[in-house]
Nanobody
Framework: QVKLVESGGTSVQAGGSLRLSCTVSMSTHTSLCMTWFRQAAGQERDGIAA????????YYDTSVHDRLKAYLDDAKNTLYLQINYAKPEDAAMYYC??????????????????????WGRGTQVTVSS
């Protein structure tokens, strides 16, 4: 069983930075693709960044790769998402999701929300201009 708990959501001014956290708990070690999704009001839930737990390999949506950084602190069992130069379009509910998979299906083309069985409850980010 995999349990995910997000934190760090806050209100930030445009141009500012923040870091989101996702604490991962697993009953047994599993090769996980860990992905950050976000969902703005009235929009679909979209994947934006992923880390493959066993290798640390990272994957990004092209629209965010220059401002967002996802990384895993294995010792803390925590996945992070650093958001720099925040924009109004970053305002959304951010979710941490995970699926058991080989690394080949952790890349962007596999980021369909129904394909992820494990989800956190989300953390809210607002951006003020």
């Amino acid at each position: 069983q995999v349990k995910l708990v997000e934190s760090g959501g806050t209100s930030v001014q445009a141009g500012g930075s923040l870091r989101l956290s996702c604490t991962v708990s697993m009953s047994t070690h599993t090769s996980l693709c860990m992905t950050w999704f976000r969902q703005a009001a009235g929009q679909e839930r979209d994947g934006i960044a992923a880390v493959y737990r066993d290798t640390g390999a990272t994957y990004y949506d092209t629209s965010v790769h220059d401002r967002l950084k996802a990384y895993l602190d294995d010792a803390k069992n925590t996945l992070y998402l650093q958001i720099n130069y925040a924009k109004p379009e970053d305002a959304a509910m951010y979710y941490c999701a995970a699926k058991e998979s080989p690394p080949s299906v952790c890349a962007t083309s596999w980021w369909k929300a129904p394909g992820f069985p494990h989800w956190g409850r989300g953390t809210q980010v607002t951006v003020s201009s």
